[in-house]
């Protein structure tokens, strides 16, 4: 199999799944002012955003099963936003989570694996994933969850059959009207904009928000160092701000600068509670090894007709 990398002279070419979302379509553009090929994948037939007119876009669903590695030999890179991308739809639509998430990872790393020319792969992961210091997978909500295992899936494909695979671990992205209408700092600003109330969650931890320029500007970074990797290669690309802060702060520095008296209220949101794992009582084997091997044999040799 030939590693893929763009032809002298040639500007990359990408295909960008999920391409209509609010970052598809944003970063869509941004690469294809840079000069960057850009063709497009989504399930949805219904352009709700505007993307590059010369862009070409395969309306297809990646989670369904079907060999698209033909496909994948004609690109240089695979950038991977197509799935569930929020905890609240992961908590509702678990199946469906589990399944955009994880197979359609899945479906793209075969596809490249089968690849005649294989391009490299970044897909799009989440601050939700938690990892120790020595990179173990620690707990977390389902759609962290589907997202660390989409990126061990990357890891494992890129250490097993010589691929190039980055997880860029994305923060919260705000900054364009053009997102999902629930997202909070788009809410806030808003509510406060109308002087309507601000309503804020009790005890929610802090957030890391990036603005959607920034997290462009992260993703082709990556893009650009993943041209000059050779297999085998996994990585890892922070696109974060740095910065945490509580939604009551967020709140009330959106209030501050829309200069607006919106007042502030809180309500209670629904948690979700880790159970304790409980340790059911194992037994203490009755039969060594030594002896088992010996049963298995006679056993064997009895079925051979005593031989």
Same mark, same amino acid.
């Not at 509702?92 to 399944?99: D, N, S, T, V």
């Not at 059959?161 to 600003?189: E, H, M, N, Q, T």
């Given at each position: 199999?030939?590693?893929?990398?763009?032809?002298?002279?040639?500007?990359?070419?990408? &295909?960008? *799944?999920?391409?209509?979302?609010?970052?598809?379509?944003?970063?869509?553009?941004? &690469?294809?002012?840079?000069?960057?090929?850009?063709?497009?994948?989504?399930?949805?037939?219904?352009? *709700?955003?505007?993307?590059?007119?010369?862009?070409?876009?395969?309306?297809?669903?990646?989670?369904?099963?079907?060999?698209?590695?033909?496909?994948?030999?004609?690109?240089?890179? =695979?950038?991977?936003?197509? !799935?569930?991308?929020?905890?609240?739809?992961?908590?509702? #639509?678990?199946?469906?989570?589990?399944?955009?998430?994880?197979?359609?990872?899945?479906?793209?790393?075969?596809?490249?694996?089968?690849?005649?020319?294989?391009?490299?792969? &970044?897909?799009?992961?989440?601050?939700?994933?938690? *990892?120790?210091?020595?990179?173990?997978?620690?707990?977390?909500?389902?759609?962290?969850?589907?997202?660390?295992?989409?990126?061990?899936?990357?890891?494992?494909?890129?250490?097993?059959?010589?691929?190039?695979?980055?997880?860029?671990?994305?923060?919260?992205?705000? !900054?364009?009207?053009?997102?999902?209408?629930?997202?909070?700092?788009?809410?806030?600003?808003?509510?406060?904009?109308?002087?309507?109330?601000?309503?804020?969650?009790?005890?929610?931890?802090?957030?890391?928000?990036? #603005?959607?320029?920034?997290?462009?500007?992260?993703?082709?970074?990556?893009?650009?160092?993943?041209?000059?990797?050779?297999?085998?290669?996994?990585?890892?690309?922070?696109?974060?701000?740095?910065?945490?802060?509580?939604?009551?702060? &967020?709140?009330?520095?959106?209030?501050?600068?829309? !200069?607006?008296?919106?007042?502030?209220?809180?309500?209670?949101?629904?948690?979700?509670?880790?159970?304790?794992? =409980?340790?059911?009582?194992?037994?203490?084997?009755? *039969?060594?090894?030594?002896?088992?091997?010996?049963?298995?044999?006679?056993?064997?040799?009895?079925?051979?007709?005593?031989?």
């Amino acid at each position: 199999m030939k590693r893929s990398s763009p032809s002298s002279g040639n500007p990359p070419r990408i &295909l960008l *799944t999920g391409c209509y979302g609010s970052l598809g379509s944003v970063l869509a553009a941004r &690469l294809t002012e840079l000069g960057w090929r850009v063709d497009g994948m989504d399930r949805s037939r219904a352009r *709700t955003r505007a993307l590059p007119s010369k862009m070409r876009v395969f309306h297809r669903d990646i989670a369904a099963r079907g060999d698209l590695s033909t496909m994948m030999s004609q690109y240089d890179g =695979i950038v991977h936003l197509a !799935g569930c991308s929020r905890v609240g739809d992961a908590r509702r #639509h678990p199946y469906e989570a589990i399944r955009t998430n994880i197979l359609g990872t899945a479906a793209v790393l075969e596809s490249v694996r089968k690849a005649e020319r294989r391009p490299w792969i &970044l897909l799009a992961s989440s601050l939700e994933v938690r *990892t120790a210091a020595d990179g173990a997978y620690g707990f977390t909500n389902l759609y962290g969850m589907t997202k660390g295992v989409a990126e061990l899936l990357g890891r494992r494909y890129a250490s097993d059959y010589g691929l190039v695979v980055a997880a860029a671990r994305i923060a919260g992205i705000y !900054g364009s009207l053009d997102d999902y209408p629930d997202k909070v700092p788009l809410v806030f600003a808003l509510h406060a904009l109308d002087g309507r109330p601000l309503k804020v969650a009790k005890g929610a931890r802090l957030m890391d928000y990036i #603005h959607i320029d920034d997290a462009c500007r992260a993703l082709i970074g990556g893009m650009r160092q993943l041209q000059k990797l050779k297999p085998p290669a996994f990585c890892i690309l922070q696109v974060r701000s740095g910065t945490k802060i509580s939604l009551d702060r &967020l709140a009330r520095m959106v209030r501050d600068k829309a !200069g607006a008296k919106a007042p502030i209220s809180s309500f209670v949101a629904p948690s979700e509670k880790d159970i304790a794992i =409980i340790r059911l009582e194992g037994i203490s084997p009755a *039969t060594d090894l030594s002896a088992g091997l010996d049963q298995m044999l006679a056993t064997l040799r009895n079925a051979r007709g005593g031989c």
